[in-house]
Every structure is written in structure tokens, then in C-alpha cells.
Nanobody, 122 residues
């Protein structure tokens, strides 16, 4: 089982990034997908999730209207489009896969990627 997140980097405030998550080794289409982030000294927090079948999205209030989650089951890929980035969005972003449970709870997720760093300069 592998989840590999990429697409992070350094961006100016107001800019955009698109994170990608490549999944392998499990039945991707049978899993809910989620994105979490963790800034230095802070706990990991929920960013967005997308259900496995109907593609119902759940977005954290802090990023609502700026971030969009999507998935391509044919390619075993999940994405996080991040627009209008703010310095407070800087963190390591993780993709994760959950077979069951609430999309907002980190404990619900079975598999985790290694994380990709997002840095936002003011």
C-alpha cells in the first residue's frame, strides 16, 4: 500500500498550488480520500475529504471557497487544488485513505502518505 503526495512548494500569498496523491496497492475506488495538514507545533487538522462513490466533498471552514478536492478513480489519483493561499496555510499536507468512518476524523483513515510541504510567503 502506498500513497504518494506531491505538488507542494513555495508560493506567494494569493497564489495557487495543486497537490496530487498517487495511490497503489489497494482498491482506491472503495476508499474515501482525505487531505490533512500539520503546521509546526500544531496538531494535524482536517482539510478536505471526498467520498468513494458519490464524490461528496467535505471542506474545512478555514479553506472553504479556496480549496477543492477531487479524485480520478480511473487513475487512482486524488487532488487538492489550493487557491488564494495564505501564510496560515503553510504546513505539511498529507493525503489519506479511509475505508469507513467520518471523513473529518484522522483516526478513521487507514492509509497515509508521507506528506508534502507547502510554504506560503507573505
Amino acid at each position: 500500500v502506498q500513497l504518494q503526495a506531491c505538488g507542494g512548494g513555495l508560493v506567494q500569498a494569493g497564489g495557487s498550488l495543486r497537490l496530487s496523491c498517487a495511490a497503489s496497492g489497494f482498491a482506491f475506488s472503495s476508499f474515501h480520500m482525505g487531505w490533512f495538514r500539520q503546521a509546526p507545533g500544531k496538531e494535524r487538522e482536517f482539510v478536505a475529504s471526498l467520498t468513494r462513490h458519490h464524490g461528496i466533498a467535505s471542506i474545512a471552514d478555514s479553506v472553504k471557497g479556496r480549496f477543492t478536492i477531487s479524485r480520478d478513480n480511473a487513475k487512482n489519483m486524488a487532488y487538492l487544488q489550493m487557491n488564494s493561499l495564505k501564510p496560515e496555510d503553510a504546513a505539511v499536507y498529507y493525503c489519506a485513505a479511509a475505508f469507513a468512518g467520518s471523513g473529518r476524523r484522522a483516526s478513521s483513515y487507514d492509509y497515509w502518505g508521507q506528506g508534502t510541504q507547502v510554504t506560503v510567503s507573505s
